[in-house]
């Protein structure tokens, strides 16, 4: 049963908050000679669809985004997220193919998210599909959501196996070799939570939603946006992890030391909880240069291992950076400037693919098509798992 703030939170949207995504369609005169295939995702909170044939092209996308709904509680309900999946996935799915001019009868596969996520939305979107693929008779793709983030940068760009990728969001934070489309060799991961959440904590604590600049940003957003006008030299804190020699990473202990700093500057400036600090911007910049060093600080760990033992050859080595955390300018330019000073080439998709979407859930199909890894012609046996950890690439 739903509790009360999850029926109030689904009563408020009644109509829905909807943002739409769409690509302009790229229709070829020898379509009928290319692979098609439709992806899904329904791994946390958004809803997505997307068609993408076997050249890269993005023939249509629709995205159903709950973060308003989300906003007002201060974090994601699953069992609303679960509902808002159900009321909008055909739409979307609809919207998707309609966009791109495909019916369902052209496609070569259906491709969704199946591992890792919320429980509740990998249900819906696991169901639909499998409707779908048993109505049309089609081949179905179990997608593994951080494989699609790792493999997104190969719809724009040429880059050839192996490749270093860091995939940073809300949910995971990890170090891998991509040596295959299936083929992952994890260096390191987040041995408690991801910095997408720890960001998304520190903007509770501080009530960013009531700061006038951030009322309708997502947490990891506000932090970005207070910080570019505070100074991060007021306050100082400690690195996770200096003492370990691995390629892991840590973000709770940081959220704590945090957490001790906001209750210090409560009671300094006599406020309470849930009122805004004046240094506010100040604490929001030193948290965010935090986790850009500590990020950086591994990901050059794992540089380093990687041209030592003939993992990457120093003449083709590329960093790939991608997930939600990855939109984060401040984040991103520290990692641009890591990948410079040790002739790695980088690689980022663009914000709008950093994110949860259906274009990378369709194209990371295509690319288990063409390689024929995991392409299921029965659907018996298939399930959803919702949490892999540590994180498991296939």
């Given at each position: 049963m739903m509790n009360?703030?999850?029926?109030?939170?689904?009563?408020?949207?009644?109509g829905g908050?909807?943002?739409w995504l769409r690509s302009s369609s790229v229709h070829s005169?020898?379509?009928?000679?290319q692979k098609l295939v439709l992806?899904?995702?329904?791994?946390?909170?958004?809803?997505?669809a997307a068609v993408v044939d076997d050249a890269g092209n993005v023939l249509g996308e629709a995205l159903h985004c709950q973060k308003e709904v989300h906003l007002q509680s201060g974090g994601i309900i699953p069992v609303v997220a679960q509902q808002l999946h159900r009321e909008n996935i055909e739409q979307v799915v609809k919207e998707a193919l309609r966009v791109s001019g495909v019916s369902l009868h052209e496609l070569a596969a259906v491709a969704t998210t199946v591992k890792p996520g919320l429980a509740l939305s990998l249900e819906v979107g696991l169901c639909y599909s499998l409707n779908l693929v048993n109505r049309y008779q089609k081949p179905f793709i179990p997608i593994h959501h951080m494989e699609a983030h790792a493999l997104t940068i190969r719809l724009m760009h040429q880059v050839e196996f192996?490749?270093?990728v860091l995939l940073l969001s809300g949910g995971h934070c990890l170090l891998a070799v991509a040596q295959g489309v299936s083929d992952f060799l994890l260096l390191g991961q987040s041995i408690d939570i991801a910095p997408g959440?720890?960001?998304?904590?520190v903007a509770r604590r501080l009530s960013l939603r009531k700061h006038p600049e951030c009322h309708s940003m997502a947490g990891g957003k506000a932090i970005e946006h207070l910080a570019q006008t505070g100074n991060r030299q007021q306050h100082a804190f400690r690195l996770p992890m200096q003492q370990y020699r691995n390629c892991d990473f840590s973000f709770s202990g940081l959220q704590n030391l945090v957490n001790k700093a906001i209750i210090e500057k409560e009671e300094e400036e006599g406020i309470q909880e849930g009122e805004i600090l004046s240094c506010v911007k100040d604490i929001a910049a030193a948290v965010q240069h935090t986790v850009a060093v500590h990020i950086i600080q591994r990901t050059y760990r794992a540089m380093l291992f990687c041209i030592k033992n003939s993992i990457l050859s120093p003449k083709h080595a590329t960093l790939v950076v991608s997930g939600g955390v990855a939109s984060n300018q401040h984040i991103r330019k520290g990692l641009q400037t890591l990948a410079d000073a040790n002739?790695?080439?980088?690689?980022?998709?663009?914000?709008?693919?950093?994110?949860?979407?259906g274009v990378m859930i369709a194209w990371n199909g295509i690319e288990r098509l063409r390689a024929g890894l995991g392409v299921w012609h029965s659907t018996d046996g298939i399930r959803y798992e919702p949490n892999l950890f540590p994180v498991l690439l296939p």
């Open positions: 009360r703030i999850a029926k109030s939170l689904l009563r408020s949207v009644k908050t909807a943002v005169g020898k379509r009928h000679l992806g899904i995702e329904t791994s946390c909170d958004d809803t997505g192996p490749f270093l959440d720890m960001l998304d904590k002739d790695f080439g980088f690689l980022c998709p663009p914000p709008r693919l950093c994110t949860d979407n």
